[in-house]
């Protein structure tokens, strides 16, 4: 079965401090992989998606995210927190042939002043 | 489009008491999932729908638990007799029939069982 694996259950970085929140999954065939955001007492939206284009991906709010097939992960960064990316984060993967996603447990960011 | 609209947000009821959660998902989407979020297990899978037929319900927790989803624009989650252990937020979320896309999700309900 599909899994996804979140590393660190919390990450804390000083503002304007580079972020780094790590996902990697168990597949053999690369599926699709997406990292989505929930703000408190909020439900989860997209941040960004791969679906097999650019191993590249960027997506809102100045994230972006890298697919590696020989690591199999696909981590999530953004080179300067703001103090209003304090959020939930979550990785998410979709087996290619299923639509059914994934999640991952999800990563605390905290950000400090 | 205004999302998924999820009611109502919160609900605080006593034990043994019924419970019914609403979601209106997007329009045009060919899949509906209900998800329970708590911090001991995270996020959870309940059950999924797909053209409004019910395919994977392996997830709901007990028989206390039962969906129903009588059109493409609504369904519910019922908890009867509630219980304490069954507080947690409860998501309902939307997606097209593509595993390319992304999963569309409601505000959420928070459920308290008092």
């Known amino acids: 079965a599909q899994s996804v694996t979140q590393l660190g259950s919390h990450v804390s970085v000083s503002e304007g401090a580079l972020v780094l929140l790590r996902c990697n999954y168990s597949?053999?065939?690369?599926?699709?992989l997406f990292w989505y955001v929930q703000y408190p007492n909020q439900g989860l939206q997209l941040l960004l998606k791969?679906?097999?284009?650019?191993?590249l991906v960027k997506g809102i709010n100045g994230f972006e995210a890298e697919f590696k097939k020989s690591e199999t992960s696909f981590h999530l960064t953004k080179p300067s927190a703001h103090m209003s990316d304090a959020a939930e984060y979550f990785c998410?993967?979709?087996?290619?042939?299923?639509?059914?996603?994934?999640f991952g447990r999800g990563t605390s960011l905290i950000v400090h002043p | 489009d205004a999302g998924v609209i999820q009611s109502p947000r919160h609900e605080v009821t006593e034990m043994g008491q019924e419970v019914t959660l609403r979601c209106k998902p997007i329009?045009?989407?060919?899949?509906l999932f209900w998800y329970r979020q708590t911090m001991m297990r995270g996020l959870e899978l309940l059950i999924y729908?797909?053209?409004?037929?019910?395919?994977?319900d392996s997830g709901m927790p007990e028989d206390r638990f039962s969906a129903k989803m009588p059109n493409a624009s609504f369904s519910t989650l019922k908890i009867q007799p509630s219980e304490p252990r069954d507080s947690a937020v409860y998501f309902c979320?939307?997606?097209?029939?593509?595993?390319?896309?992304?999963?569309?999700f409601g505000q959420g309900t928070r459920l308290t069982v008092v």
């Open positions: 597949s053999s065939v690369p599926p699709y």
């Open positions: 979320a939307s997606s097209l029939g593509t595993g390319n896309t992304e999963a569309f």
């Open positions: 729908f797909n053209n409004n037929v019910p395919i994977d």
């Open positions: 998410a993967v979709t087996p290619r042939g299923s639509y059914i996603p994934t």
């Open positions: 329009s045009g989407h060919d899949y």
């Open positions: 791969y679906t097999s284009a650019a191993t």
